[in-house]
């Protein structure tokens, strides 16, 4: 069986703070994907999970105060790789030297660096803005030797890149089973060695050696949360890279981040969403 259900929640009012905790608490009731927009939340669940309880038990303990319209539907199963390919995941070539593309692709640019993903509805194929400016950043990085911590990896693309930019160890780790078990098919078809994937969220990370680059494209609640956690697992002189969240968010980035030593170095903007260097003292 390989249908879905579509969940649409509109919100009234509607913020960026709200779509990220109603899309926690769904992520709960077994919701894997998410798209919000200015209005509210589009989630996917596997028709098998569906379950009007779970979904009501997930509202009520939403601690907005707000309107909430849903609107549920079935999508049929299909050929979800099929799906992708015709539209949505077309190959991409970030900065000119890197490619990202699906193992069902046949005709893909070449690149310097070539990527093979097959996203199985997760999200971070490199199209995202914040995906994006995160490749370019580490294009510019010479990974050669490195730890590296890729915190919220998803689909493993950005661990990849750092595997096969000469990293001597990488360690990508993510809290979605789903997208955990994506990302150990997706180190497979890489042939990346020097990958090593964690299922679990910053509790993991007293675990890991110490990063000399900490990469960490989730969102700016979950980074304001744990960037102490993520601080104390970078060696000191350490790079980090965050993004995963908008322009205006990096003085409330800052505000947390100083205090602990991170000074930044450089910032990237693409479609509003930003990418951020700092470099911990």
């Known amino acids: 069986m390989n249908d879905y259900r579509e969940l649409r929640l509109d919100l009234t009012p509607c913020c960026e703070d709200a779509t ?15 798209v919000a927009d200015a209005e509210g939340l589009t989630a996917y669940v596997k028709s098998e999970l569906y379950d009007e309880e779970a979904l009501g038990n997930a509202l009520a303990l939403f601690p907005f105060e707000a309107e909430i319209s849903r609107r549920v539907t079935t999508i049929e199963g299909q050929d979800w790789n099929s799906e992708w390919e015709k539209n949505y995941f077309k190959p991409i070539v970030v900065g000119e030297r890197c490619v990202i593309h699906s193992s069902f692709h046949s005709d893909v640019p070449s690149a310097e660096y070539d990527i093979v993903i097959d ?8 199209h995202h803005a914040t995906t994006s400016q995160v490749i370019a950043a580490l294009l510019e990085i010479d990974e ?16 990849i890149l750092c595997g096969m930019r ?5 360690n990508g780790v993510e809290i979605d089973p789903a997208a955990y078990e994506n990302a150990v098919e997706n180190i497979a078809l890489n042939r990346s060695q020097n990958v090593r994937l964690h299922c679990g969220d910053a509790s993991v990370l007293p675990s890991l050696p110490k990063a000399d680059l900490f990469i960490a494209n989730i969102n700016r609640n979950i980074i304001t949360g744990d960037i102490d956690r993520y601080v104390a697992a970078m060696k000191p002189g350490a790079t980090m890279i965050l993004s995963g969240f908008y322009e205006h968010d990096i003085p409330v980035i800052m ?10 170095t450089a910032h990237t903007v693409l479609n509003d969403w930003c990418c951020l260097r700092l470099k911990l003292n």
């Open 255 to 264: 505000e947390v981040a100083a205090p602990l030593g991170l000074s930044e």
């Open 144 to 159: 050669r030797g490195l730890t590296v911590t890729d915190m919220g990896t998803g689909t493993g693309i950005l661990a």
């Open 20 to 34: 990220d905790v109603m899309a926690a608490l769904l992520a709960d009731a077994g919701y894997e994907s998410f």
């Open 119 to 126: 996203p199985k509805m997760a999200f971070g194929t490199g």
């Open 166 to 170: 000469g990293a001597a160890e990488v």
